[in-house]
């Protein structure tokens, strides 16, 4: 998990495709499945696969370019930007 702390227990190496198969496939099964039998903890970006996240990422800048959808603000201070 990207979001967790480098150890032992927290590494799953894979080859390159089993790492886009795990990452676009199961990765939200997996998070899915953990919620319905009530565990918790997993990170949130579990919760959608990477081309998800990305396609959401992208469809944000350009609402925020096109002037549609204000820019976030900084995750440390919450304050809004202007």
Known sequence: MAEGKKTESNVLMLC???HIVFDTYLKPKVFKAMM???LQGFPESWKKSIYEQA???SAKALKRKR???PAAAPDRDKTPVR
Do not use: V
């Open 16 to 18: 390159p495709t089993c």
């Open 36 to 38: 319905e039998a009530g």
């Open 55 to 57: 396609a959401e990422a």
């Open 67 to 69: 002037g549609t959808e």
